[in-house]
């Protein structure tokens, strides 16, 4: 069988970690367990296709993100951004092609709650919060998630939730606002507590769309700052058309055209790269 070139070159999970066909972890342990980036990589995107109605919105598209990473997709309206991220999270089922979540998880085999409890969250370009909850209610009621919000509701958190609560407040930047109504936030401060919120979860791999549209230049900045302090601990990739924004955060970008990877490579490589500049930053 002949390895797809790009796999040549990569740690994947594909040739050398094939999990054994009958492997010693169920499904549902290999989710609890989380994703297993022993080998460097967290996401595994090989050869997705996903059509509507015979339109190729990712067209054999091949993609993979370091464990750690913040990874920036960029490309023009239409070229499958947001069809990438809906296959990760299991929205959308691909055609074909193969998606790993570490070297365990299967994302082809599981359904979006179970995805989203393995370890991969999604924000929305949209802010969702709870506009007649404070700050730190909103936090607590994301940290209950799925298993009991009537419980969260009747209990006070416990001293170690609370210590998780002020752990978030503090990353996201909105300790001093924390008993306000979120309904007063500015909309860089929702999408910030979003990203809290989120975060609560504890995931390995954050998925974020457009953080920055319709933010000031300072909350521009001040998001820049969080996403760049989330990476390391996580691996999390941002779409975004503000290119000083992805200037500002981003070590590799990743170019997307009509479903495909045109460029991959640092910003100035990309930015000066014939094709990209034809189809994106030429417009
Ligand atoms: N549910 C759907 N049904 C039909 N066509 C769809 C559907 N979802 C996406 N498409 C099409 O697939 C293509 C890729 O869309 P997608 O939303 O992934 O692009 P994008 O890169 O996120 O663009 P933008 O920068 O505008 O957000 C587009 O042509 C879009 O019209
Ligand atoms: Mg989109």
Same mark, same amino acid.
């Given at each position: 069988?002949?390895?797809?070139?790009?796999?040549?070159?990569?740690?994947?999970?594909?040739?050398?970690?094939?999990?054994?066909?009958?492997?010693?972890?169920?499904?549902?342990?290999?989710?609890?367990?989380?994703?297993?980036?022993?080998?460097?990589?967290?996401?595994?995107?090989?050869?997705?296709?996903?059509?509507?109605?015979?339109?190729?919105?990712?067209?054999?598209?091949?993609?993979?993100?370091?464990?750690?990473?913040?990874?920036?997709?960029?490309?023009?309206?239409?070229?499958?951004?947001?069809?990438?991220?809906?296959?990760?999270?299991?929205?959308?089922?691909?055609?074909?092609?193969?998606?790993?979540?570490?070297?365990?998880?299967?994302?082809?085999?599981?359904?979006?709650?179970?995805?989203?409890?393995?370890?991969?969250?999604?924000?929305?370009?949209?802010?969702?919060?709870?506009?007649?909850?404070?700050?730190?209610?909103? +936090? =607590?009621?994301? @940290?209950?998630?799925?298993?009991?919000?009537?419980?969260? $509701? /009747?209990?006070? &958190?416990? #001293? *170690?939730?609370?210590?998780?609560?002020?752990?978030?407040?503090?990353?996201?930047?909105?300790?001093?606002?924390?008993?306000?109504?979120?309904?007063?936030?500015?909309?860089?401060?929702?999408?910030? +507590? =979003?990203?809290? @919120?989120?975060?609560?979860?504890?995931?390995?791999?954050? $998925? /974020?769309?457009? &953080?920055? #549209? *319709?933010?000031?230049?300072?909350?521009?900045?001040?998001?820049?700052?969080?996403?760049?302090?989330?990476?390391?601990?996580?691996?999390?990739?941002?779409?975004?058309?503000?290119?000083?924004?992805?200037?500002?955060?981003?070590?590799?970008?990743?170019?997307?055209?009509?479903?495909?990877?045109?460029?991959?490579?640092?910003?100035?490589?990309?930015?000066?790269?014939?094709?990209?500049?034809?189809?994106?930053?030429?417009?």
């Amino acid at each position: 069988m002949s390895v797809p070139r790009t796999l040549a070159r990569l740690p994947s999970r594909s040739r050398s970690a094939r999990p054994p066909r009958h492997g010693a972890l169920a499904p549902s342990d290999a989710l609890a367990a989380g994703p297993d980036t022993s080998h460097g990589v967290i996401l595994y995107l090989e050869e997705i296709t996903v059509s509507f109605d015979g339109f190729r919105a990712l067209d054999s598209l091949t993609l993979y993100v370091q464990a750690g990473e913040l990874r920036c997709l960029i490309g023009p309206n239409g070229a499958g951004k947001t069809t990438l991220m809906d296959v990760v999270t299991g929205k959308t089922r691909p055609d074909s092609g193969s998606a790993w979540f570490g070297q365990m998880i299967d994302l082809l085999a599981h359904t979006e709650p179970e995805i989203a409890e393995a370890g991969i969250g999604r924000k929305f370009q949209r802010p969702t919060v709870f506009e007649r909850h404070t700050v730190f209610e909103n +936090l =607590e009621l994301a @940290m209950a998630g799925s298993k009991s919000v009537w419980r969260m $509701l /009747v209990a006070r &958190p416990s #001293a *170690g939730e609370r210590e998780r609560i002020d752990e978030v407040l503090e990353t996201i930047g909105l300790t001093a606002r924390r008993f306000e109504v979120a309904g007063t936030l500015s909309h860089g401060e929702k999408q910030w +507590l =979003e990203i809290g @919120m989120l975060l609560m979860q504890d995931p390995q791999l954050l $998925l /974020v769309d457009e &953080p920055v #549209a *319709g933010m000031t230049p300072q909350e521009t900045e001040r998001t820049a700052a969080l996403l760049t302090s989330l990476a390391g601990n996580r691996s999390v990739v941002v779409v975004e058309h503000d290119m000083d924004f992805v200037r500002s955060i981003a070590r590799t970008v990743t170019v997307l055209h009509e479903g495909r990877v045109l460029a991959e490579g640092s910003i100035d490589q990309v930015q000066s790269d014939p094709k990209v500049i034809e189809v994106y930053l030429g417009e």
